[in-house]
Nanobody, 115 residues
Framework: QVQLVESGGGLVQPGGSLRLSCVAS????????MSWFRQAPGKERKLVAR????????YYADFLKGRFTISRDNAKNTVYLQMSELKPEDTGVYYC????????WGQGTQVTVSS
């Protein structure tokens, strides 16, 4: 079965950085487009970044303004989200996701940006 396990969240001060990881299993990772979403408290879940395959082209939400980078390591079945210049409004639960006839989600990892 499809499994997505996120890690790397935590508490960070404004301006800091974090790297999220998502280890995938149960499907052919190397041929799957992977996405990161986030859900702020009381808000709807929103797409943050996506990495396509083949080719590794990427998409980022406009509100990120170049602060985040999505990448993947197909040998490790892992997708990453490098986050820098973090702001309090980046606080939320970050979810790894893949779509195959339906959308699958990980359990999420909490990111809190606060001084």
């Amino acid at each position: 079965q499809v499994q997505l396990v996120e890690s790397g969240g935590g508490l960070v001060q404004p301006g800091g950085s974090l790297r999220l990881s998502c280890v995938a299993s149960g499907f052919t990772f190397s041929s799957s487009t992977m996405s990161w979403f986030r859900q702020a408290p009381g808000k709807e879940r929103k797409l943050v970044a996506r990495i396509f395959t083949p080719g590794g082209n990427t998409y980022y939400a406009d509100f990120l303004k170049g602060r985040f980078t999505i990448s993947r390591d197909n040998a490790k079945n892992t997708v990453y989200l490098q986050m820098s210049e973090l702001k309090p409004e980046d606080t939320g639960v970050y979810y790894c996701s893949v779509f195959m006839t339906m959308r699958y989600w990980g359990q999420g990892t909490q990111v809190t940006v606060s001084s």
